[in-house]
């Protein structure tokens, strides 16, 4: 098994992974499971795609249609008529820009516009998405595992060693990825928190999430607002779930996550300065005790 890449490769950006990255929510839809209308317009859209560069996004996430349990499928021409105008303007904006899509058709339109990422919950399994991104030269995926579908997906969660079969899940649909010869360098992973996986499975994701990293991917975890985290902390209205959203972020960063997806930058990027300074600080393997240490050592 190899490494993770230290670089994402995209459609315009070799996105440098050396650092975890902070890729911001951007709901184009009316019904989305935490802010669902508040940017459903493109005006409002594009306001909060800018709001969320000044914040500190490395990567914006444009989405069209939600995937919150439970949701009806949106039509196509719909989908379409909510993210292409928005991504017209985005791709302007000077930043990797990811469309969370599992329709070929839109993929193909929003990658002929100059979207950089796939970020797929059906991890391309659709009919013609796998083709629709192996023929662009270098547009980057997320595939995600999700146990059946939206609309089912926590009415029958999965069962069993959570781990294992999304290891095993991941390892299928990669393989199939690279038969049309898309390079491993465009390729991250998520495990899909949420869709289709009990609390229980949701933490014990968390809890043993460097197992993840073995599958060789740059992992991408999305807990941000998750229902989970709701069930937990005891906070029932999905907007009011910050603290733990960035608590549990920080934790999946701390176990190895290159990307996480978040609605609140601002915080997640304050957060991420925390953990990078303690990080800088922190004793490399083998390398000599401090004074301070070794002064304790010796008293």
């Known amino acids: 098994m190899t490494a993770a890449s230290s670089t994402w490769q995209t459609a315009r950006f070799a996105i440098d992974l050396a650092q975890p990255r902070v890729m911001g929510i951007v709901n184009v839809t009316p019904d989305s499971f935490s802010d669902g209308g508040a940017h459903a317009s493109t005006s409002a859209a594009l306001q909060h795609c800018e709001q969320l560069l000044k914040e500190g996004a490395d990567i914006l996430d444009i989405g069209g249609e939600s995937t919150r349990p439970g949701s009806p499928a949106v039509p196509l021409d719909a989908e379409l ?3 292409l105008p928005v991504v017209r303007e985005a791709v302007r904006l000077g930043v990797p820009v990811s469309v969370d899509t599992y329709k070929p058709e839109v993929m193909r339109a929003v990658l002929d516009l100059g979207t950089d990422i796939v970020n797929d919950v059906w991890a391309l399994r659709r009919p013609g998405a796998r083709e629709a991104v192996a023929a662009h030269p270098s547009c980057g995926v997320c595939l995600m595992h999700m146990h059946r579908d939206p609309q089912t ?31 491993p360098s465009r390729i991250t992973l998520d495990p899909g928190i949420g869709f289709g996986k009990t609390v229980a499975q949701n933490f014990a994701l968390l809890a043993r999430q460097r197992e993840l990293l073995e599958a060789g991917y740059p992992l991408l975890l999305g807990w941000s607002r998750k229902s989970s985290i709701g069930t937990v902390s005891g906070i029932p209205a999905a907007a009011e779930r910050l603290v733990p959203s960035v608590t549990a972020a920080m934790l999946a960063v701390d176990r190895g996550a290159a990307i996480v997806r978040v609605h609140d930058v601002r915080d997640t990027v304050a957060a991420l300065a925390v953990w990078r300074a303690m990080k800088a600080e922190e004793p490399q393997a083998g390398a000599p005790a401090s004074n301070n240490r070794q002064q304790e050592q010796t008293s």
Do not use: C, H, K, Y
């Open 81 to 83: 008529a909510r993210v």
């Open 153 to 183: 997906m926590q009415t029958a969660p999965m069962q069993g060693d959570v781990l294992s079969q999304v290891l095993a899940f991941w390892a299928e649909q990669v393989a199939q990825l690279r038969l049309l010869n898309v390079d």
